[in-house]
């Protein structure tokens, strides 16, 4: 299917364009489906717990919107994905098996989302192509099959807290333009950060909970940043597979609209425990 080049990029990188696929995934550690497969979110193998904490956010030498650095308290332990959602993760909780014939899922605006929208395919590779708009029908789905957590998207800061150390070699490190083959590899390829994480930096960037506001930093409250109240925008964070390198660091930011679906845009998930009682 044809994509508007709208559809494909970021607002702020559009110009780029992608290469043609010049290689196939790679065979790697976590193609044992058990890494990537739904079961491993639910019995927590492929979380990592991150606990509370401070840190210094955004950067002084970066776009205008990643400052002003500013100190950030994380103030409650969460879990978050050691992987970016991957599109087995996707496809089991997206089908239905008993779902009538023509049903179809959609967003709270109408949208039909799809059971794999992804224009790369495979079970190990990160779903992508998928809207912010779409990952919320996702998270209903999810949070319905654990009683024990709630599953959502993690806020900006809470990723920028996760992946802020993800320091030394970017190609060992993350999939970007200079070594990806122009396309998304199977999640968990390269060296995790020291946090656990996998793909940080590169393979897909990951939507955020939070609107987008360029300004923000300067009034984002000390304690749990949660982002604008409203705006246009939703954020997305990290670098991907067609980035060179200069856009592939964790304080970059970058935004769309919540209903745009880009191939190179992915997530991953935070998980808290469910108040009980």
């Known amino acids: 299917m044809e994509r508007a080049p709208e ?34 979110l639910l019995d927590g ?22 400052g002003p650095v500013h100190r950030v308290r994380i103030s409650r332990d969460f879990e978050i ?9 996707w496809e089991t909780v997206m089908l239905d098996p008993h779902a009538k014939a ?17 224009h790369f395919r ?33 806020t900006e800061a809470e990723w920028e807290y996760s992946c ?17 083959g122009d396309r998304t590899q199977p999640v968990g390829g390269k060296q995790p950060n020291p946090r656990g994480l996998y793909d940080t930096l590169g393979n897909v960037a990951e939507w ?10 300067a009034e984002s409250p000390a304690a749990d940043p949660q982002g ?3 705006g246009s925008y939703r954020v997305f964070r990290g670098g991907c597979w067609l980035d060179p390198a200069k856009y592939c660091r964790a304080t970059a930011r970058n935004f769309e609209f919540p209903v745009s679906r880009l191939y190179n845009v992915g997530f991953r998930v935070v998980r808290t425990a469910r108040a009980t009682g």
């Open 7 to 40: 559809s494909l990029f970021s607002r702020r990188r559009f110009l780029r364009d992608a290469a043609a696929a010049l290689a196939l995934p790679r065979l790697c550690a976590q193609q044992d489906p058990a890494a990537y497969g739904l079961t491993a």
């Open 45 to 66: 193998s492929a979380m990592v717990r991150i606990p509370a904490g401070e840190f210094l956010m955004g950067s002084a030498g970066g776009e205008a919107d990643e």
């Open 81 to 89: 994905g050691k992987f970016e959602i991957t599109q087995a993760q």
């Open 102 to 118: 023509g049903a179809v899922r959609t967003t709270p605006e109408g949208a039909t989302v799809g059971s794999n929208p992804s």
């Open 122 to 154: 495979g079970a190990s590779l990160p779903v992508e192509s998928v809207s912010w708009d779409d990952i919320q029908a996702f998270l209903a789905r999810l949070n319905a099959r654990d009683r024990d957590h709630a599953y959502r998207l993690p």
């Open 164 to 180: 802020k150390d993800d320091a030394g070699s970017l190609a060992a490190r993350a999939w970007y333009k200079d070594n990806s």
């Open 208 to 217: 955020v909970q939070d609107w987008y506001g360029h300004d923000y930093y």
């Open 228 to 230: 604008p109240r409203s």
